[in-house]
């Protein structure tokens, strides 16, 4: 294709069946550096193809259009024209050159990023994501794209929509780190910690030859996160933690687990200190307002504590025992554990006292059954899910080799015996 | 002595654990692999990543409407224990 006229009339003849745009793909990609070349005057011809019937065709322009730098002033119809795209393309023929449109799926990123509007780009992302992936169990290079923008944008329930799905095929590392860690801090703003948790452990438990600063900030989000949600942290990694970051990672993260060590002692004013004198690190590392969160949860496990003791106390002496500076501090801190479902109590704020109750749940709700019996589907899905990984696993000669075993040969006369045993 | 096929998974669990996920010592390192080594140990990989965002974590300035209540004396409370000592 000489002319860009020429690729044009190509595409919009070659876009009906399978057959034609597979043989568009071959000849779009032996034009791919004469496109670059003219991505400058690409922009009107962009406007004779339709993204929907001509996707292919649409994406290689799109693409070489978008390889070189955009002024400011073009950037709103650059974002524009690829949301239309993305929202428009046909899957299948995108399936042709998904490298090409993840080019420009990330490019739309950095755009809406570059003109601070990241919230343009997160339904488009999304959309891309679908389009994209073969199965939703497929962690494409979009995912930490998308979530970024979530965050950014502050789109947490839109997010937290894809952080459901399970992801079980990963191709490059960094995307399972990055989208772990971003969908880790949606799920602090959603107050989804237990999620926060296990999307923060799979970044620095992951295996890794070298010591990843993703993994760094992970960990330290996941100690302040442990400490909210469960009031302690334990610093043992598990034994599949690779190497490398056992022998490393706590270097990297002396003053987070010094504010753990600290919040164990259990005394709040020392706790405050400690911060205080540390607020500095912490606001350098953004992480100041969990450490804040820290320090509250200190008051609510010391709450908690009265619980077990008390059946009523006033919001004084709440305040004096947990060390909170007035009655109405301690009210707030009632109220929203109240809201959270962390204590049952009820408040007479005419004698300011605190009733603390015995948990209602009986688990016998129509709520709680479907809660129960979704989460016994979901573990039987995994279950089965894990059944199949170990199969393939244990046929894998690269395993087979590293656990220094060899299959055992049978002889004709055991072939039966060994059917009848498993 | 010949092991019957329905051992080995278990036997794989037994031995598996011995030899854990120690993919760095005994796997050669890659240096131009997805983790590029660094000539300063000390540097981290994907030491660039993007982490810029507002601390939006702070939470602490929850404001609750409350009713106006009289506070109580310092002396008087009532104290109801759950358990008797």
Redesign the interface.
Known sequence: METVEAAVAQIQALSGSIEDVSHLNGLLKQSEDSLRLKSTVLSPYLDQLDPSTHSLGYLYFLEAFTSTPIIKERANEVVALTIRFINSCTAAQIHLAPDKFVSVCKRLKEQVMWLETPIRGVAALLTAIRKLQPCTEQLTSLHPDFV?LC??S?SYKTGLHLLEDDIFEID???DL??YSYYGS?IC??LKRFQKALELLHNVFTA????????A??AYKKYILVSLIHRGQFSAAFP??????TQRNLKN?TQLYLDLASNYSNGKISELETFVQSNKEKF?HD?????V??VV?SMSKRNIQRLT??????????IANTVQLKS??EA??HV??MIQDGEIYATIN?????V??LEDHEQYKTCEMIEHIDSSIRRIMDLSRKLTAI?DSM?CDPLYLA????ER?R?EFD?ID??KF?? | MKQPQGDFPLDMEKHGSMSAMNLDDSEPLDPFGNGLMHSNNHKLVDSDFFNSFEDDFDDFDIKFSLRSWPPPSSSSFTLGLRHEI
């Open positions: 970024l965050v950014l502050k490059q590392p960094k780190f990055l801090m602090i703003g295996p890794m030859h070298n010591l990843n600063a993703i760094v900030e034994k599949y933690t690779s190497s490398v990297y606001d953004n992480n100041f307002g969990l804040k969160q509250s077990q003791t008390y059946l009523t106390l006033s919001l004084q002496d009655a109405k009210e707030m109220l929203q704020q005419k004698d300011g006292m009733r603390f170990d244990s590293k656990v220094g075993r055992t049978f055991d015996t060994a045993c498993i």
